[in-house]
């Protein structure tokens, strides 16, 4: 397993935020959601990142296994948890869902990207977790 500095983590958020810069050039704002994640998974395979769609995320509730999953958008290199939107703006639930999602698996760092954007630049937040 690779070990994962905060260099190492700054230059893959930037080759997954290029990815998506490449996938929001191809397609345009006003698509739906599954349509950007499905092109940002195939843009990041082609850098050769691992990349997993729509992974389970188990919910542990005071030690007892909640029978209902979450679901992450994207795990990029079992570290960078990517969220996907197509929304008219991010409001702060977003990125407090993303924080969730990264304290649940224990993940170090999110991308919040919203392709419903004139420019991706304006749609990405990045979510630390301070584990």
Not at 50 to 55: D, G, P, Q
Not at 108 to 119: A, D, H, I, K, S
């Amino acid at each position: 397993m690779r070990a994962w500095n905060e260099e190492a983590l700054k230059d893959l958020s930037g080759h997954v935020i290029g990815a998506a810069i490449e996938v929001h050039k191809n397609l345009g704002p006003g698509l739906l959601e599954g349509i950007y994640q499905e092109a940002l998974a195939h843009e990041m395979l082609t850098l050769g990142l691992n990349v997993s769609r729509e992974v389970d995320l188990p919910v542990c509730y005071k030690g007892c296994l909640l029978g209902k999953a979450l679901r992450l958008d994207l795990l990029v290199e079992e570290i960078l948890i990517i969220e996907v939107k197509s929304v008219e703006r991010l409001v702060p639930i977003h990125g407090a869902q993303l924080l969730s999602y990264l304290r649940l698996a224990g993940k170090p760092l999110g991308l919040l990207l919203n392709f419903n954007v004139e420019t991706l630049r304006q749609g990405v937040k990045r979510v630390v977790n301070s584990i």
